[in-house]
Structure formats: structure tokens, C-alpha cells
């Protein structure tokens, strides 16, 4: 699989990483999620000459105004990989300025959704009574593939999916690049054997964990960075064990099981504040130091950057 390329001028020479939407479930804005930001999955990955966004929540509004900016005209190539289609991974997307300009072009990656494909899904939420432009009728064009294989290429960036143990049709990334591998899995739990039980939705019989903890180490392992689920602390897994999204304590003795350099939290819950989330920073880093490790621990935030 191959891709255009942008410009030869914007040519990253290392991988950059820009937190756009750190945030699970619903935006959560107002003064106590100031910091770490309250806007719903979205990052930006620069490599070599590609632009790649791993999920559209709300936070691709904010990256397709900076896109359109510092591009000021130039076409834009750009491939967006979705992990699946629960509202916080595509709601950004009606509100992606580039689609509306006509010299760009937006490739849409993805798996089949639960019930439906991901052009229908895609394509619905911008229908009428919902939204009043269509996805068919903006003027950029937009592709949308419904993926069947789980390794491919954009442009010189190999890419690996896995399947995530997360209510519905859901995966995670691993992206080899240049500067280093990126893996990003914004909605996942761990559990110890493939086959448990997760909760189920829509009266269907409960769906079973896909991947095992020692499966996910194995294709995480020695990742430079690491971009996960953590949206629950110890006693509140305890409560919400089932639903599909992550515990602190199992992520970070995962990732250093893995040997993963850096780990940063994702998918922070909508009622965690500030200090909760700086609070679950200190308890993994002290969970690292206490075992020894040298995993780096930090939790996404928006506007964060790091480079590989």
C-alpha cells in the first residue's frame, strides 16, 4: 500500500509526535482539565514526508486549522488511520477544515465497524438531520478503506494493527519510522487469557478478550513509544472491570514486560481532573522505580510534542 506524498520541502528528518486530543469518552472543557486538556482522541504523526492522524475525535478540529495555516495552499496528502468508530474516535472528522479545500486529499484507514462498514458509519454522521454537509460533497477528496490486511505501508512507514481487547471492532497501531516505532492504543484492556469476558452491547451475548497480556507485550516489545489506555486507577478497574479500557497498574507492568522506552497515559476519563491524572503519573513512576525499570512514564496532554 502506498500513499502521495507532501510536499519535498516539509520533509521531517526525524518522527515528531503532537498530542491533539487526549481525552476519553465525551470533551470534557472547563478550568480543572485546563493542563492535560479536555478534547477526545487525536494525534499527529510527521514522518519523512507523511502525515499520518491516528483517530479523529475532537481534537482534529484544532490539527486541521494548524494544517491548513502552515500549509497556506499547498496540497495536502494525508492518511488517517481509526481504531474504531465510537464517538470520541470520529466526531472531529465533520470539522476537519482541510476537507473543505478542494486541492487536498484525506485517505481514511480503517476496520469494519460492529455492525456496519466504516464508509456507512463515516459517511452517516455527516448525513442530514445530523450534520448540514455531506461527506460525499466537500470539496477534497476523500477516500475511505475498509482494511483487511493487519500489515501495510504508508509511504516509508511500515504499519502493524493488532486487535484491542475493547467492546465493538477495535484495534491498535504499532508505526515504524525512521526516528523510532510509535504504538498507540487509545481503547484497550489487558487481560490476562485471550477468551475472557468483556461486557457486551446492543443485547448481544458479552465479547471475549482478543488478545492475550502476553500477545500485546509481544507486539509491543521494544517500542520507543507507547501511547495507551489508562483511563482507570486500581480501585476504579476494580468497578468497571469489563468495559474494554485500561488499568494504570496492569499498562505499566505491561510495558516494562515489553521493554517499551516510553509510556504516556491516554484516554483520560472524563471525570479525572488535573491532579488526579499528575497523581496517576507519580504512582506509575513509582510502580517503575520500585521494579527497577527504566521505563519513562508521562501522561499525553494536549499541544505535547515529542520527537523520535
Given at each position: ?214 500477545q500485546m507485550a509481544e507486539f509491543l516489545r521494544g517500542t520507543d513509544a ?83
Open positions: 500500500m502506498s500513499t502521495g506524498r507532501n510536499s519535498s520541502s516539509r520533509i521531517q528528518p526525524r518522527t515528531r509526535i503532537k498530542f491533539w486530543g487526549v481525552r476519553g469518552s465525551i470533551p470534557t472543557p472547563g478550568p480543572t482539565t485546563v493542563f492535560y486538556g479536555g478534547n477526545t482522541s487525536c494525534i499527529e504523526v510527521r514522518a519523512g514526508d507523511q502525515i499520518i492522524i491516528l483517530d479523529a475525535g475532537t481534537g482534529l478540529r484544532g490539527l486541521g486549522r494548524e494544517l491548513v495555516s502552515e500549509f497556506d495552499g499547498e496540497p495536502l496528502q494525508i492518511t488517517l488511520l481509526l481504531t474504531h468508530t465510537h464517538w470520541d474516535h470520529i466526531q472531529g472528522l465533520p470539522f476537519f477544515l482541510p476537507v473543505y479545500k478542494p486541492e487536498n486529499r484525506l485517505r481514511i484507514l480503517g476496520y469494519k465497524g460492529a455492525r456496519l462498514g466504516l464508509h456507512n458509519i463515516l459517511t452517516g454522521q455527516m448525513e442530514s438531520p445530523f450534520f448540514p454537509i455531506g461527506l460525499r460533497k466537500v470539496p477534497a477528496n476523500v477516500t475511505i478503506k475498509e482494511l483487511k490486511e493487519y500489515e501495510f505501508d504508508i509511504g516509508d512507514v511500515r504499519v502493524r494493527a493488532c486487535r484491542a481487547n475493547h467492546p465493538g471492532n477495535c484495534v491498535g497501531y504499532r508505526l515504524f519510522t525512521r526516528g523510532g516505532s510509535v504504538a498507540f492504543f487509545p481503547d484497550n484492556e489487558l487481560r490476562e487469557k485471550r477468551g475472557l469476558l468483556l461486557r457486551g452491547t446492543g443485547g448481544k451475548a458479552p465479547m471475549r478478550a482478543s488478545v492475550s497480556v502476553e507507547l501511547i495507551m489506555d489508562t483511563q482507570y486507577d486500581l480501585p476504579e478497574y476494580k468497578i468497571h472491570a469489563g468495559w474494554g479500557h485500561g488499568c494504570l497498574d496492569d499498562v505499566v507492568a505491561m510495558a516494562m514486560k515489553a521493554q517499551v522506552k516510553w509510556l504516556f497515559l491516554f484516554h483520560h476519563d472524563p471525570d479525572h481532573d488535573d491532579t488526579k491524572i499528575k497523581g496517576m503519573i507519580s504512582h506509575a513512576r513509582k510502580l517503575v522505580k520500585k521494579a527497577g525499570a527504566g521505563l519513562q512514564v508521562e501522561a499525553a496532554r494536549e499541544g505535547l510534542t515529542v520527537e523520535l
